[in-house]
């Protein structure tokens, strides 16, 4: 299944992408055992959205065997958060802020939680899971350098692209990711790469932190990357979830 959030006559609904590219409409959201309406819309007469709304954004740092380059393999997840207001569609531009250095995309596999989760084993984490999606960690590297957190690097509106839609029963242990700029492929991965999979990125955090539907696990990005500039288009690509896609604009002067 893929579960897609978009906007259509004035309303905001909830769905499944089908095979021939159309959408099925249902009742509620995927976190709530939805019932098909009945109806069906074609792509180009729906706006895609986030797929889903998190109360949290959760995010984990070096955790590629391929992003590390001399550093050692940490013991344990390292985590950071972003923030909810940075997360945005498909579609949606990146905006630099007008005082941002050095910002860079890091094309991720993001976990979406089904249910509400505590203290979960790794064993039972996966029947936590709702499914992935495709995701973008936007980050300043200045300020994930200088600054005493990375809140202002990490969680700038804008700097959490995720879609465009949540995928279902895959081998969430092995999916392809790769990045692509302007159509150049800058990252190519796949998540059998990554040190800390994905039960046991759920439980270390549920060990911490109450999990709730629609909460989404960053997961970490693989090798290495690069900055961006006004009108670059990034895409995202996680194999059986799609192509997310963003393009990069400057913010408007306050002048």
């Not at 995309?105 to 064993?123: F, H, N």
């Not at 202002?152 to 242990?173: E, H, Q, S, V």
Request: hydrophobic share 40%.
């Amino acid at each position: 299944m893929r579960y897609v959030r978009y906007r259509v006559e004035g309303r905001v609904a909830h769905g499944v992408l089908e095979a021939d590219g159309g959408l099925r409409e249902f009742d509620g959201d995927p976190f709530s055992d939805p019932a098909p309406t009945g109806a069906r819309h074609r792509p180009g007469d729906v706006t895609l959205l986030a797929p889903c709304v998190p109360s949290k954004v959760i995010a984990v740092g070096l955790n590629y065997r391929s992003h590390l380059g001399d550093r050692a393999a940490p013991d344990v997840p390292g985590l950071f958060a972003k923030l909810p207001t940075s997360i945005i569609a498909s579609g949606e531009p990146i905006v630099l802020p007008a005082d941002s250095i050095d910002v860079h995309y890091e094309g991720e596999m993001v976990l979406v939680i089904g249910k509400e989760t505590r203290d979960v084993s790794p064993a039972g984490a996966l029947d936590c899971l709702l499914g992935v999606t495709a995701g973008n960690d936007v980050s300043e590297r200045t300020w994930q350098q200088g600054d005493l957190q990375w809140l202002r690097a990490k969680a700038c509106d804008t700097f959490g692209p995720i879609g465009p839609a949540i995928a279902t029963d895959l081998d969430f242990g092995d999916l392809l990711l790769q990045t692509r700029v302007n159509g150049e492929t800058r990252q190519s991965q796949r998540t059998s790469d990554l040190i800390f999979d994905a039960p046991t990125l759920i439980s270390h955090v549920s060990r911490y932190i109450t999990l709730l539907p629609g909460d989404l696990i960053f997961t970490g990005t693989p090798g290495n990357t690069r900055g961006l500039a006004p009108g670059d288009v990034v895409e995202v690509e996680l194999e059986g979830v799609g192509v997310l896609s963003n393009s990069v604009a400057a913010a408007r002067s306050m002048g």
